[in-house]
């Protein structure tokens, strides 16, 4: 279920950007899929719009979590997501903000629907935060790379923030 299915603004904003779709192509019929397409491009505007919105250090929080989201090799958690942070603010030539601040970012960019992220129970252990979604991904780092502070490092590779 979206936005669109549960607030009237939303849902004529989808029947806006529906009907926008086949006229494009010139034609008068809205089919099923131009309903899809409007719903995927209405979420990646919205993605953008929260995005640009965002601090400095949420921006940064969030290409973290990007980053080690794609990583195959480490776990989606929050000591991950930290040690990738404090690497692209080295980088950046950023502030560090503490771990504690930085999970809270992270409730916040889950908050904001920029990414999904359930608590992961180790048992004696402790719990931990793991990423398991990121909305619009390819749209988001595109946004994020676009982004003055970001742009300086957007052309070194992932890998290199990584342990």
Request: charged share 25%; with cysteine; glycine share 4%.
């Amino acid at each position: 279920m979206t936005f669109s299915d549960c607030e009237p603004r939303g849902a004529i904003d989808l029947l806006r950007v529906s009907g926008e779709l086949p006229e494009e192509r010139q034609s008068n019929i809205i089919e099923e899929e131009d309903v899809r397409n409007a719903n995927k491009k209405i979420e990646i505007e919205r993605v953008n719009q929260v995005i640009q919105s965002l601090p400095k250090q949420s921006k940064i929080t969030l290409l973290a979590c990007i980053y080690v989201f794609d990583n195959v090799h480490k776990e989606n958690t929050t000591a991950n997501v930290y040690n990738v942070y404090m690497k692209i603010c080295t980088a950046l030539d950023a502030d560090l903000l503490t771990w504690r601040r930085i999970v809270d970012l992270i409730n916040e960019l889950d908050l904001l629907g920029l990414i999904s992220v359930i608590v992961k129970h180790g048992g004696r252990y402790g719990r931990q935060k793991q990423i398991i979604g990121i909305s619009a991904k390819e749209q988001a780092l595109k946004t994020l790379c676009n982004d003055y502070n970001i742009k300086l490092i957007s052309e070194i590779s992932p890998s290199n923030f990584f342990v």
